[in-house]
């Protein structure tokens, strides 16, 4: 019998596993799960609007999709229509591949206040998610305070900043677009609690900050430490040195050369979101870095906002039936594997790091694990009769491969001003497009 293989969930880490069993040329049935009628998790919902080359990875995981081995089931939600437990008894090899959709807590008071959000909300909210549509922070503002040194910490404040003219060719919705670019904001503070050294940012990202239309960045030149100093590899010490220089040119720009301006801030921890129902400001301790970690000196400050967003990692829900790391934010696993018949790829198996490339490796072992616990070709259970029998005795409206392309036709023919596409927002919307 050909292997019956499940894949929950339908972002890089799942595509790239189901790309590897594909490549190990196994006989094998693919059936790639996902909760939303769309595929492609983080790419479509994760990153930037305005960075659409990064998404382009979709179309070699649409080719996966419609490979004769793969199904792809959308709007079914496992551990809500179909448990894990059911899956694991129907299908050979179980791959959770569900990632890292939710908001770590900062852990400071005042935290849930109106007008602070953790990132993977925030970035959902510009990107369309369903969950997040209905988010209508408010940004009637003036200043905004990011926090953290990560890429998500410059896409939010990049997005908040661009003007409607560098967002026009974009899948950027325009429930968000037009809070944004009404918004009267001038100042956004992106704050880290550790050096220039230290951010996680990468060059390129970072050097798009110094040139946007209406938006000047800004550092303090005191700020900056003279050289990249410590053990690191060659590779991870020319990535320093370009960040530093990039931030050393940001010194010498002035706040009044453009209408906006974000201020790369370092060496400050938050300790306290001000305000009393709402945020007016975030209360900072200033740090040094010791071996290589924050450490407040006991001086503080305060950033007058009206908005905070919290980019400072993401996490994993648990997930039902499974061992669960809660202080990880990921099912406990051993380099993938969780359980007899049960795998972990992406971001719930290492934590969320990387770029979507870095989830390659995760779906070549999670294909030589499955192989190499059941034997190419030699599966026992029946997979998809199976799960196709549990659907429709369970009444769940399965959305395939073809019908999402249906509905991507539709969001590529309603797109305007040469945006990619006008995303569906809401899976109400993409169901009845299907009728
Ligand atoms: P990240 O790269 O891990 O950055 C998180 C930032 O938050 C770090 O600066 C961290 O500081 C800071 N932080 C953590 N806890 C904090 C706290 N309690 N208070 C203050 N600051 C805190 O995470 P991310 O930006 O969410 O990105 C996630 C992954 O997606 C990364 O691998 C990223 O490269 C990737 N990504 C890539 C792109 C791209 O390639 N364009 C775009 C978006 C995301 P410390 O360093 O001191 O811990």
């Known amino acids: 019998m050909s292997l019956s293989v499940a894949i929950i969930g339908s972002g890089p880490a799942a595509f790239y596993t189901a790309g590897a069993l594909l490549k190990s040329d196994t ?29 382009n990875v979709w179309r070699a995981f649409a080719k996966t999709a419609a ?11 496992i551990g809500k229509e179909i ?25 400071i008071p005042g935290e849930d206040k109106k007008g602070v959000f953790g990132s993977a909300t925030f970035v959902n909210w510009y990107n369309g998610h369903p969950d997040c549509r209905d988010l209508e922070p408010d940004l009637d ?10 890429n998500v910490a410059i896409d939010v404040a990049r997005v908040l900043v661009k ?88 010194t010498t720009r002035k706040g009044d050369e453009k209408p906006k301006r974000v201020h790369f801030k370092y060496y400050a921890q938050p300790v306290e979101i001000l305000g009393d129902a709402r945020v007016t400001g975030v209360r900072f301790e200033r740090t040094q870095v010791v071996d290589g970690r924050a450490e407040g000196v006991g001086e503080y400050f305060e950033i007058a906002c009206g908005l905070v967003v ?20 990921i099912v406990r696993n051993d380099d993938g594997r969780v359980e007899d018949g049960l795998y972990a790829v992406g971001w719930i198996k290492r934590g969320p790091s990387g770029v979507i490339g870095s989830n390659k490796p ?17 599966g026992e259970k029946s997979g998809r009769a199976a799960f ?3 659907l429709a005795e369970r009444g769940v409206r399965a959305v395939s491969f073809s019908e999402w392309q249906t509905i991507e036709a539709a969001e590529i023919a309603n797109a305007r001003h040469g945006a990619p596409r006008k995303k569906f927002v809401s899976t109400g919307e993409m169901l009845a497009l299907l009728g």
């Open 310 to 329: 919290a980019a400072i990692g993401y996490t994993s829900r648990p997930v039902a039936e499974t061992p669960f790391d809660a202080r990880g934010g």
């Open 27 to 55: 006989d094998c049935r693919i059936d790639i799960i996902e909760r939303l009628p769309c595929p492609y998790g983080l790419i479509r919902f994760g990153v930037a609007p305005d960075h659409e080359k990064t998404k």
């Open 141 to 150: 503002v003036q200043a905004a305070v990011v926090l953290g040194n990560g």
């Open 67 to 77: 490979h004769e081995k793969v199904n792809f089931y959308g709007n079914v939600e």
């Open 388 to 390: 196709e029998a549990l």
């Open 163 to 250: 003007t409607p003219g560098e967002m026009a060719a974009t899948d950027l919705p325009d429930y968000a677009a037009r809070p944004i670019h009404a918004s009267p904001l001038t100042d956004v503070y992106m704050v880290g609690r550790r050096g220039p050294n230290e951010a996680k940012y990468t060059n390129v990202e970072l050097r798009e900050m110094g040139r946007l239309e209406n938006c000047v960045a800004l550092a303090e030149a005191a700020q900056l430490p003279d050289s990249v100093a410590g053990e690191m590899s060659d590779r991870d010490r020319r990535m320093k040195e370009k960040n530093l220089a990039t931030v050393r040119e940001f």
């Open 362 to 378: 995760d779906g070549k072992l999670a294909a030589e694990q499955i192989l190499a616990d059941h034997g190419a070709g030699s």
């Open 83 to 107: 448990s894990l437990g059911e899956l694991r008894r129907i299908y050979d090899a179980v791959v959770l591949a569900v990632g890292a959709g939710s908001d770590r807590a900062v852990g």
